[in-house]
């Protein structure tokens, strides 16, 4: 914590600060300048810089950032990859999930993992337990959705990601998912964080639609710091003023979570922007810009799809835009499964 | 919902779209204007606009709002007035709920009380489980604090509100508290919301700091939907681009939201400015605009608060701001508890 | 200028920031904490704090604020009170502006000088040059409505106040009105500024929809840097994620202005909401939270003014607005015109 | 516009309504449904929501979007190209502008339009009068400034783009620029856009940094109504809650220009990020996302720079910016000046 004395700040009201700080823990460097006197607090636990802030003769109090410890890259210089059995995040490959919203049948499940897996993504997504914000809009199939997820997933050789809302969803979604993924909404839930912290799968953790970088690191701190080494960060549109789109992806915060943290971080357009003809152009930007994955909604038939259907990509806009990240991947020294995989099971 | 046309659009375009409003259930009646072909679609469930605005021909779709039923003030016109005992809020009384941020020991909760009685809060608030952004920051005393909080409420005859953060507490906090307070980061845990629509006390509902008023009207739908008729809601700040403050406290919430809603509505000028000498400023302001009452952190010796020190009144202050606020109620036919009251127990 | 150095920086890394910040012209103050090392830099001009930040071994730069000078309460401790006339704005009474959004005729504008005046509104408001988002909306009456303006505001004994769009319209504008308005839109424009600063007559500022306190402090200072003095700030909303609302009225701005800065603050809640029944509420709240005046926008016609006609109140609102407010004045130690003045001229 | 009725508004309270959108000029259709009935008006003329939405009965009124007309895919569904000698703007090829953020000297000059040449730009860009928001920064060498981009721009052969601040130097500007450039800040400076739309050179336009796509384009709308058909827009970043990023690209917008509009946008990253090591990630995303080019800037010793030399690339950045952005453009069926072109005149 640096504090700022006013200019007109006397000496009394100078050592009334230091002796409140050093009450506070604090070891206080001063620095008396010509115009005013600065001075600068270090220690052990985080003192309220709003109750120095009301002193009097402080000028300003700046906050040195980066509460977060585990997260920073100070704590851990090289970056982190998270791999599950041949699937690495964060390494040379830029990795693709990609599925339906919700699970709502086993067919749709099965036709949207079968093409998702021969354009080259190489886990899938789909949802069981669905955050509505409507109490009136469909609620998912639960565990039977997560089943079906499962299945289809194992058919097609991939990972699979699915949300987890609450602690009590925890132990179901254990048994069926590769990845526990904490959504926009719960990314502060931190009774949800705390838990997740003593799984052992990796957490995909969105960033809240307001939430700045700082706090995001933040709840990966909750994960991190139970002893869950594997998060991956996922920014997927934050809240602006501007109403044209539906949210407004973020996509600084890429190059700016790289330098901050060595923890992965993959972008999801589907949701920031609401409408699959914009899903396209923000993934191949995504990728341009540094991310280390994507994570895309698609299904077969999206014109009937029970939730989020006018951001699901057709499989044939998902096959075209994976040959446009496959140009763009070596620019930046990635690639995308340069070979559409041989899938595997389901009517082999 | 609203349909709007291109100009240019062709026959089988609008047919087109009307088939496909009819084919999700709808009821379509179709203008037909000089320049353009409007389509009103009406029908139960909710439709993807999303959908339809990809449909060849379409300029744009227009959502009629308030997708909220039970909150609304169609459904019920008369304003709600939520009673606890001899309180009531969102009649004539501007009712004041104050204490502080945490319990932390018997002393400090006692002292609180006291204060903000004698000066005329009639409901004690104090968290006994803190929802802290960092993971090594104070996270409250648990039942312990409960405990102390409806001691102290007794004694002064207040009633008392603590926060509630996860349905594993619901139980407990059921116990103690006469009110439930879920938190502005809470303000989209559905599974939460859910869970407080089967409880039989008042909840007191905040803003999130990024929730549209519609947002927050719709969580306010999952507890009624549940069957709990009795939600207050409580505007603590938004968040914008500006940086002085610590979140923009949106006032202009409150004609807003009595013109959509029969809820009453409090502020809590508190969290929105995070400095003590700005709360007495927003909370008159707030009375003036109209809310139903206040949530202010009192703290009998802010600077050694274990959280919230900076924003928490000491009761000096709170005594000035009550007298100032008694003034200002009646401006806008109301009164704030007229005479300091008696107090009850506690070493009487 | 603060450097909070990495906690593993180098001792040639800080050697160099610290030669580096000397080239600029800085004198710098070093903190060795057992953790970090932190630089204080203090002297003229402004070095580009970016710069330093991406030197090796710096984790984080943090600006000392208040780059304005002659808008610092730090410069000047007492308030600033602008006088026209026996008109004092930033004195203790609260002085209400008001009149029409746009001049239309001299009828309209005749009956709503009259209406304000007889409820105690001391300035008259009008726009003759109207900046519109569309080029084809209604652009002003241009010097016939700065006449009829003036005429109207000589009828009543009012001081008048409109707004200029342009260095080009200083002239005219100068020969009419008492107050120059520079709109939110201009808060920036930094040539018409500084060519204000040239003028003897008082300058209205408004904050631009996504300017911060910071931001609109500093176009205040090129104001004052010029010589002209007499700067009143006014708030109109900024702008948010809110869509229920036109913009977000900061109230918070008035008591944190006030901190910062010597110079008087109003506020408009028409502009800010958009709609005459919210402006009630919040023209009550700005005075409750210490606002220095207001600007309100008043019709005897509003339903069929050719601009802003759905925010302009009319005139038994604003009478009774105007005896809500000199109930809450007293609250805050302030006075509104408490008795309706006897008007002038015109027909008498 | 189309107005929505209440559940429970009375025939009466419907006719008024008709009757009042009659008065204002509008074409009335009216659809009655089971719940509602909803009222679609057309007709010439921008009446006035809010005097709708005041009426009783109404429970909302829905705007139709797009009062620009010029400016809209609508009225003109082919792209614009905006040609300058040989350079094509929103053709097959990805326009780089780039060169230094102010005129500081003749070298300066010079060596920053060698280098970003010889990389393939072909438009230098330069400020000659800086827009700064404190009185007390560099404000630009004026027209000296200007002299020497146009002659570094002769000797390196490229076209000229320069910022007018207002409608006071726009003749200089002319004489030696090929592109006006309008800053963020005067987007809606109408006074300025106005008189632009007569003159015959291509405008820049930039988004407002709280300026809405529909705003922008209304913007635009000024220009092109006056007779001038050449307009580029160009994203800048917007303001939003998070401060780590000094703005938010918003690269969203453009697909979301791309449909709405027939104008080219390019995308100017350095002022979005207002650090270099963050400029190529986002330059990349740019043209990944659609964009037709980029305005970025660059100096060849920009750590001394008087103005944005946090911002500016070195030319060995930036040459390998190019070289990516190559491997990227043909993703999307673009070009970037595939080979370096040969430099012409000065010294050779």
């Known amino acids: 914590m640096v504090v700022v004395m006013e200019e007109r700040a006397t000496e009394s009201q100078i050592e009334q600060v230091v002796a409140r700080l050093v009450e506070m823990g604090m070891d206080v460097h001063r620095s008396t300048g010509v115009t005013r006197t600065v001075l600068g607090a270090v220690g052990q636990g985080q003192p309220d810089a709003g109750l120095i802030e009301m002193l009097d003769g402080v000028h300003e109090v700046l906050r040195i950032s980066e509460p977060y410890k585990l997260a920073s890259r100070t704590f851990k210089p090289d970056d982190t990859t998270v791999t599950i059995g041949e699937v690495r ?161 973020d996509l600084s915060a890429i190059p700016f979570v790289k330098k901050l943290s060595h923890l992965p971080i993959v972008v999801d357009p589907s949701h920031a922007t609401g409408r699959r003809d914009k899903v396209a152009p923000m993934a191949r930007a995504a990728v341009a810009a540094g991310a280390d994955g994507l994570l895309i909604e698609v299904h077969c038939d999206p014109d009937h799809a029970l939730s989020d259907g006018a951001q699901s990509m057709f499989p044939s806009q998902f096959d075209r835009l994976m040959a446009e990240l496959r140009i763009i991947a070596p620019a930046i020294g990635r690639s995308i499964c340069l070979e559409p995989v041989a899938r595997r099971g389901w009517g082999s």
Not at 104 to 113: G, L, M
Not at 140 to 148: I, K, N, Q, S, W
Not at 172 to 195: H, P, S
């Open 89 to 249: 995040i964060g390494g040379d490959e830029v990795i693709v999930m990609a599925g339906p919203c919700s699970a709502e049948n086993e067919s749709q499940v099965r036709s949207a993992a079968a093409a998702v897996r021969r354009a080259g993504a190489k886990i899938f997504r789909g949802g069981a337990f669905k955050p509505r914000s409507s109490p009136y809009s469909f609620q998912g199939l639960g565990e039977e959705g997560l089943r079906l997820l499962r299945d289809a997933s194992n058919a097609e050789n991939m990972k699979l990601v699915s949300e987890v809302m609450d602690i009590s969803q925890i132990e179901v979604i254990d048994k069926y998912c590769d990845i526990f993924q904490v959504g926009a909404r719960n990314m502060q839930n931190f009774t949800l964080l705390r838990e997740l912290g003593h799984v052992r799968k990796p957490v995909l953790l969105k960033r809240g639609i307001s939430a700045t970088i700082e706090e995001w690191l933040l709840s990966a701190e909750y994960v991190l710091s139970g002893g869950n080494t594997e998060v991956i960060l996922c920014e997927r549109g934050i809240r602006t003023f501007e109403t044209a789109t539906r949210n407004t992806l």
